[in-house]
């Protein structure tokens, strides 16, 4: 866990593998993997990094260099990996015939990437994590009856009715 917000509903976390003053570090897990979304909380406003392992060097304006992130693991012939970021995600079509899929972290819209971003700026966005928001389940009560939810000072209610 990275930050409590509790103006706006959100709590920031972010992948324990990430380090923002090491910028070799490397994320740990998948946001692909884990379902963080249920009826109580949801991922607010994000966007998306792939991570991809290639044998072969790539040149489309699409995948930027990352040198310390391979899944050395996911190709046999592990001594010529090269990994790249993808801002986004990738569609089929633009993945190149000599790479694979390898993971997908989630960060902050709050840090907004372009495709030309240079790695310490996609390390850092990495590292600065991404929001869940629990106010979906503040408002449970209020969405169950059909009512309008207000939510004030952590509290929920409905809105006085007007005869």
Known sequence: MQAINYNNFTIRIADPGLDTENYS???IYSSVDNDLSSSYMYIASSQ??????????INNSLYI????CGNKSAISNSSKILS???????????????CT????????????????ATYSTIHVAMAFGF???WYRAMCGECDASKGTCIVEDNQNSLPPLLL
């Open 25 to 27: 570090s490397c994320p």
């Open 48 to 57: 998306s990094i792939t991570l991809l392992n290639c044998i072969s060097l």
């Open 65 to 68: 260099e990352n040198p310390f």
């Open 84 to 98: 790249y970021f993808v801002i986004g995600s990738i569609l089929g079509s633009d993945l190149e015939e000599s």
């Open 101 to 116: 899929f390898d993971t997908v972290v989630l960060t902050s819209s709050s840090i907004p990437l372009q495709e030309n």
């Open 131 to 133: 929001e869940l928001s």
